[in-house]
């Protein structure tokens, strides 16, 4: 039951992420994590606030935006 539950929520999550909505998945973070992203790129690095967490979704849609 669980399982079915996070799986729907992660789901749900992502299909909001790809639509240029990231704001639901920045909100859900816990009070203190580590959110990397790997590779050599603009967009690699570490993020620890929430703050940078939306400037890098932000700076990560406006080199790829959505296609709607």
Not at 1 to 24: C, D
Not at 42 to 57: D, F, H, I, N, Q
Request: net charge positive; with cysteine; aromatic share 14%.
């Amino acid at each position: 039951m669980y399982h079915r539950f996070l799986k729907s929520k992660v789901h749900s999550t992502f299909a909001q992420i790809t639509a240029g909505n990231w704001e639901p998945m920045v909100k859900a973070m816990a009070p203190r994590f580590s959110y990397h992203f790997c590779g050599d790129s603009a967009l690699s690095g570490e993020r620890r606030t929430t703050k940078a967490v939306r400037r890098w979704w932000q700076r990560s849609f406006s080199l790829d935006p959505p296609v709607k």
